[in-house]
């Protein structure tokens, strides 16, 4: 039995937890099946798509330094025409739905007409063919003429649109086909490096691998790609509604999330430069009980695209779980209450982070086109993986672990923040507590750990002090040992002057909030020197702002009652800054 995954199993069997779905590819494969359209045409119109680019755009430089692979299914139509193929590294056309008794194709949908080709191409993007099986794979596996047909059928199929590899998406795979699933990888792959030199062979594995199938160790030396399914972690039928793709657990969540997906794949033998995070562009919304975190469901999950989710922003108060790191809405209709957990720029960008530090190839996407006609999602992969795109200057990081709960054992990573044009980084830590002399974090003035040292921390400590990099970028270095793991840290950075963070006495203005930890009668108590327009603002934990407001107050001494400024902050962590003239002040506040 694999040491990590195994170690999942026994976790989730002592929390008592069950799993048993089907992933949201066959969901949605299954679903659309349904509809007999018989071109990609008549899906825009189901869709109400209309294309901007009529023509295939020639894109001669990729912007992006990372693997980014989406899947393209068939439904999105003529989707594609549109698609920013500047982000994107591979385009997955999904798919050839497999025959098991056969190993030819029940149906490959419009992949031997499809104009995604020939745009993909234009721009310098990998076309792939994904190949599709959920079911009955011993009945596949134990005909070997119906396996060297389907290695022949892939093959053809896709040199035949002179496209550049492969996916396999075979789920649900039972343990006692393990060996047959890798020799059958084993044997594609060479095939396809063979007979088309430069092909990428890639296969989609489940965010746990509850079953024990899928021998990554023995794959790892001929596959090219593996693209972890990193959504699902709460599915459509399950008895909580909570979020599809936690960054974290915290301490409401199973303990069981991307962050230790990762990690237990690379325990299992996955080289980093090979394995892909994939996210979800997708949601799910869930009738519920009450309006209780975590929710106890009534009816099936419903999943909702990127774009769907967006269009209900301006009828829902966006809600920010500190747990997990993902976004969620709570609404009531009139028959129950709904819970609709979804990801945005914000948790997307905090994965995209995570890759950065654990050093792994990239990310992919299911699916691509659920995003419309939004363009933060874009957005955001720019900013994280284009050499030139990261122009944020403020921002949070915290240990692998998230902002409530604790990082692992056995972590070696390195991580660095280097915005654009930045001359210092500025970075002071709220709390800070590793295992001490066992677990360390070294600080690095510069972009690689081969730049001059800063400073390293183990055990606990209580850092009032900013610490600056001169050179404009600040590299992390962390160890962790196989025994005790703690807190770990939260932190905030930004590329200008921290002013006055902790409790500075030499203000012109003194700011004072009683009580906190926060209650109804919480006080936030300005003594001003002189009359001004003074700027609240409330962020959470993440750096997004939560609340804000302008007032003008005469001189002395000013109460503003928390109600004033906001009445629905959820238990957290929170920083307010309040801008008094050319002053900047910044506190803690935390909601229990």
């Not at 799993?19 to 008549?42: A, K, L, V």
């Not at 999105?76 to 008794?101: H, I, K, P, R, W």
């Not at 093959?155 to 020799?183: C, H, M, P, W």
């Not at 500190?322 to 709570?330: A, E």
Request: some cysteine.
């Amino acid at each position: 039995m694999k040491k990590a995954q195994a170690t999942i199993l026994l976790i989730v069997i002592s929390l008592g937890i069950t799993f048993s779905q089907n992933s949201i590819h066959e969901e949605q494969q299954t679903h659309y099946s349904d509809y007999n359209f018989s071109t990609e045409q008549e899906w825009d119109k189901f869709n109400n798509f209309e294309a901007k680019n009529k023509s295939p755009q020639t894109i001669t430089e990729k912007t992006v330094n990372k693997e980014v692979f989406g899947w393209n299914p068939y439904w999105m139509g003529t989707a594609y025409y549109d698609y920013d193929y500047s982000l994107l590294s591979e385009v997955s056309y999904f798919s050839c739905e497999v025959n098991a008794n056969t190993g030819k194709p029940n149906d490959v949908h419009y992949w031997l007409t499809t104009e995604i080709v020939d745009y993909a191409h234009a721009a310098g993007t990998r076309v792939s063919l994904t190949a599709t099986l959920f079911s009955n794979h011993q009945t596949l596996f134990d005909n070997s003429t119906s396996v060297q047909t389907l290695i022949d059928t892939l093959v053809g199929l896709v040199k035949y649109r002179d496209a550049d590899g492969i996916n396999i998406d075979f789920e649900a795979v039972s343990s006692t086909q393990s060996e047959n699933l890798t020799n059958f990888m084993i044997a594609l792959s060479e095939r396809f490096h063979s007979e088309i030199p430069g092909s990428t062979v890639s296969i989609a594995l489940p965010a746990v691998d509850w079953s024990l199938t899928f021998d990554v160790a023995t794959m790892n030396q001929y596959v090219d790609i593996f693209l972890i399914m990193g959504y699902g972690y709460y599915w459509s039928g399950g008895a909580t509604a909570g979020p599809l793709s936690p960054k974290n657990s915290g301490d409401i969540w199973n303990n069981i999330d991307v962050t230790r997906s990762i990690n237990t794949y690379l325990e299992d033998g996955i080289s980093p430069e090979k394995l892909c995070l994939a996210v979800p562009y997708y949601s799910r919304d869930w009738a519920t009980e009450d309006d209780n975190i975590p929710g106890a469901t009534i009816e099936t999950g419903v999943a909702v695209t990127y774009k769907q989710v967006r269009e209900n922003y301006t009828d829902h108060t966006q809600l920010w779980d500190v747990h997990s790191s993902t976004p969620y809405y709570i609404y009531e209709d009139a028959s129950s209450w709904h819970q609709c957990w979804h990801n945005d720029e914000v948790s997307l960008g905090m994965k995209y982070d995570m890759v950065k530090a654990q050093d792994i190839a990239g990310v992919g996407i299911w699916a691509l086109g659920y995003d419309g006609n939004y363009t933060e999602l874009n957005d955001i992969i720019n900013e994280k993986f284009s050499p030139n795109g990261n122009n944020q200057c403020e921002g949070t990081f915290s240990d692998m672990g998230g902002a409530m709960g604790n990082y692992f054992h056995n972590e070696n990573y390195i991580f660095t923040i280097a915005p654009t044009g930045a001359e210092q980084i500025k970075l002071i830590f709220d709390e800070f507590f590793v295992e001490a002399n066992y677990d360390t974090l070294f600080i690095y003035d510069g972009e690689s750990t081969s730049s001059p040292l800063i400073n390293f921390y183990t055990g606990e400590h209580f850092l009032d002090d900013t610490i600056v990099a001169n050179s404009g970028a600040m590299t992390f270095m962390f160890y962790s040992d196989g025994a005790t793991s703690e807190e770990g840290w939260n932190a905030r950075w930004t590329c200008d002057q921290f002013s006055n963070i902790i409790n500075n006495t030499s203000l012109n203005e003194n700011v004072r909030i009683y009580p906190n930890p926060l209650s109804e009668n919480t006080v936030f108590e300005l003594d001003l020197k002189s009359s001004n327009n003074v700027e609240i603002k409330i962020f959470d934990i993440t750096g997004r702002i939560v609340s804000e407001k302008i007032l003008f107050l005469p001189n002395g001494k000013n109460n503003i009652y928390l109600n004033t400024i906001s009445t629905n902050l959820k238990i957290g962590t929170y920083f307010v800054r309040f801008n008094i003239g050319q002053n900047i002040v910044y506190k803690k506040i935390i909601k229990l």
